[in-house]
């Protein structure tokens, strides 16, 4: 049996596809949505926001009566590559058995939250399929990664830029021999890690057992049994900074919580925005001013695992005993910012009083995800935001 597997992707055709996948909907806002929405009538985000399960499903399935989308002839692989001016990443989308992710060899590092998971599982339910895939990461293996980079020497299918500002190419490669040899590399590496879609893969996990129980003839083979997924090589992934904003000082004036913060950090004016690059810094704007921070004293040795991080130094040393901020899962005064949306945004925030401070973070690394994964411990909420991520509809994966 193998962990990586071909499958039939239902896609859409070619003229179609850069209308009918998303991108996350954090690169529109809503303003941007419903205009996304009403240039783009055969856009997935008309399936997901339909206003109720029936007309999603009525959607979804108008698409393929109208041959907007199409199932694939052949088992194939898909190798798809993303990229922008400054960085690109070529890796391969196929299907893995849902007993690896409970055997561990699929590997997770967030804690899930039952109301999203049961959202999405009602969402993939009803549509029975699976729209967008699982991104994940692979180990570095150096003969896959030259074989996939051979494969898009060729015309690709796909070649378009998406809403997030990326270039999304895909390519079919379905020759016997080329197939084999990703599967049993894959074998080979055994393991790869969840970056982005927790609450989409313990959806699958539970969609499974459902239909699984509702079989009286399963074998175990069935396409339920499996779900989509895209895998990057570790060295091509890239982290962004995930920043925090604060919507009020607890009461301190802005000079008094300076005061406090130069108890335990020092604290430097600087002359423009400041993106730390190094672990352990961070940068704070408030009242028009950014200032670099630093722990004067290294971090305490016995909090090991939870301090290392810097949303953990950050959360611990400043912002719960300065500013009183709580679990971040449920706190409302502390809001959260991908780095794609540039230290501008803090700014903007901040002085437009939807904030009173905003810390800029250095990104967390993928090394931190894959050493959280391994000891199987959850990594702190709004830890890490992977740009860019596979689009959704580019490729759907269906249970029958």
Known sequence: MYFINPFKALRPT?????????????????????????????????????????????????????????????????????????????????????????????????????????????????????IGPIYTIYPDNNELDELLKKEILSQPIYSFEAIDKCKHEIWILKEDQKIKQICDLFNSINRIYIADGHHRMEALSKLSEFKKHRNPNHTGNEPYNYFMVAIFPQSQVRLLDYNRLIKDLYGYSPNDFIKEVKKKFSVEKQSSSFKPNKPQTFGMYIDKQWYSIELKKPPEQNLFHIINLDINLLHNYLLEPILGIGDPRYDNRIDFLAGFHGLDTIEDKVNESEAEVGFSLYATQVQNVISFADRKLNMPPKSTWFDPKPLDGLLAYEFE
């Not at 783009?40 to 399935?61: H, R, T």
């Open 14 to 130: 070619k003229e179609n596809a850069s209308s009918v996948a998303v991108a996350s909907t954090d690169h529109l806002g809503e303003d941007g949505k419903k205009d996304h929405l009403k240039k783009n009538p055969w856009s997935y985000l008309n399936v997901f926001d339909a206003g109720n399960e029936s007309k999603s499903k009525e959607q979804f399935e108008l698409m393929k009566e109208k041959s907007i989308l199409q199932k694939e002839n052949d088992t194939c692989f898909y190798i798809y590559k993303i990229s922008d001016q400054s960085h690109e990443q070529i890796g391969i989308i196929g299907t893995a058995k849902l007993s690896a992710y409970d055997n561990l060899h699929i590997r997770g590092h967030e804690e899930i939250f039952l109301e999203r998971a049961q959202k999405r599982l009602r969402q993939m339910d009803n549509l029975n399929a699976q």
